[in-house]
């Protein structure tokens, strides 16, 4: 990958793009990880003397051109706080003419941050013409969104072909930190997977099982395991479609497969259910599994005991409710506990919440700001935006 320290940025017009896909709610910026994490680079760039940082990024998923609820304005106070220093917010459409002058009128060592570059039709479809209108913004690009690394998009991949290029530090930071869970990991190596749905982490977990010494699965996916094995799971989540597939795994891999054993049962899915322990193939009929029990956290947090390599993508229950929360929480100590001589990697918005929220994230030695970029990695693919920096 080329990286900064290739690219002549002196005097330059630099566009960036960063993931500012952050989560907003009442205009109000909920988690600046995202923003954080943008700032070597910028510091970086303004430090090697480039005339301009022109950031660029996507918010949410708008379909129908510009809407006031996915504007990137809220970011620009947030980036100004943690930059310390002014930052215009260009309202127009990334693409427009009016946004060209507007960055051309910036006095020199100005930030700007762009509108959301979804609200130009071509961005997803990665249009020639959009590519072009993008690259009059900048003399060079670089490429610093790392969560966005997964989409051949316009702003990611498709004007990196038109400017001199390079990937930002962040991007950097995370192709090397996550690069080190697929190549010649420390063993043993545990990597812990949640979520609702074994559909969505499949091809994750067949890259990494041929590799991994344990796979501890927890999460809704789990009782699509369970009913695999013949267990009574109740009324919780599961995926019927994929039940010959867990099959087809916990015979290949069976003995590094660890399972929750037991089970915290609610009466509904609601934040205020009655609530019961019990074994995990023992779900009665009109209850449904929303975390992992007190000896599952206890047999995963042995799990991970020793491991010198660990990857955690995905909550152990529905941890948006208090009551739920524990088995996320225990893993997220179980990780942070591990201390210095483990290499441990959490990815995706949940995991990561979970361990913010613990406030030891500074005890793990990589959070990824990517959820689908990081496990698309992890599955073994190349991304558009890192080949494009090639
Ligand atoms: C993310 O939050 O996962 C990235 O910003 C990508 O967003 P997208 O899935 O809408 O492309
Ligand atoms: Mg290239």
């Known amino acids: 990958m080329q990286n900064l320290k290739s690219l002549n940025v002196s005097g330059q017009r630099v566009l960036v793009r960063v993931d500012y896909n952050v989560p907003i709610s009442g205009g109000v910026v909920q988690d600046d990880t995202r923003v ?13 003397g480039a005339r301009n940082v022109i950031l660029m990024s996507h918010f949410g998923r708008p379909k129908n051109g510009p809407e006031e609820k996915y504007s990137l304005k809220p970011v620009a106070p947030v980036l100004e706080g943690v930059l310390g220093q002014p930052v215009t ?30 609200f130009s039709a071509g961005e997803e479809k990665n249009d020639a013409d959009l590519n072009a ?9 670089v490429l610093d969104a790392f969560g966005s690394a997964h989409r051949a998009h316009s702003s990611v991949s498709g004007v990196a072909g038109l400017l001199p290029h390079a990937g930002g530090l962040l991007l950097e930071a995370e192709v090397t930190a ?20 074994v559909s969505d982490k499949l091809l994750v977990i067949e890259n990494l099982l041929p590799t991994v010494d344990r796979m501890l699965i927890g999460g809704g996916m789990a009782y699509t395991f369970v009913k695999a094995q013949g267990g009574k799971i109740g009324r919780s989540i599961h995926e019927d479609d994929f039940l010959d597939k867990a099959r087809e795994l916990l015979a290949r891999y069976g003995e590094k497969i660890v399972l929750p054993t037991d089970t915290l049962v609610a009466d509904a899915f609601s934040a205020e259910a ?42 152990m229950g529905v941890f948006e409710f208090e009551k739920f929360a524990g088995g996320t929480n225990a893993i997220a ?58």
């Open 36 to 48: 954080t994490a943008s700032l070597p680079t910028i510091r970086a760039l303004l430090e090697a």
């Open 89 to 118: 917010f260009i309202a127009g459409t990334a693409d427009s003419d009016e946004t060209l002058a507007a960055v051309q009128a910036l006095p020199e060592g100005a930030v700007a941050l762009l509108e959301n570059v979804r």
């Open 133 to 141: 209108r993008l690259a009059r913004l900048g003399d060079a690009f």
């Open 178 to 197: 996550l690069g080190k869970l697929l190549n010649n990991p420390e063993h043993p190596y545990v990597v812990i997977i949640g979520g609702a749905k």
């Open 274 to 315: 009655n609530t019961r322990v019990v074994p995990t193939a023992e779900i009665p009929d009109d209850w449904e599994g929303l975390d992992i029990g007190p000896d599952s956290r206890e047999a995963f947090t042995q799990a991970l005991a020793g491991a010198k390599t660990v990857f955690w993508n995905g909550p």
């Open 333 to 390: 100590q179980a990780v942070a506990d591990l201390g210095e001589g483990t290499y441990s990697v959490i990815g995706g918005g949940d995991s990561v919440s979970a361990i913010n929220k613990s406030g030891q994230a500074d005890r793990v030695s990589h959070i990824s700001t990517g959820g689908g970029a990081s496990l698309e990695l992890l599955e073994g693919k190349a991304l558009p935006g890192v080949e494009a920096m090639k």
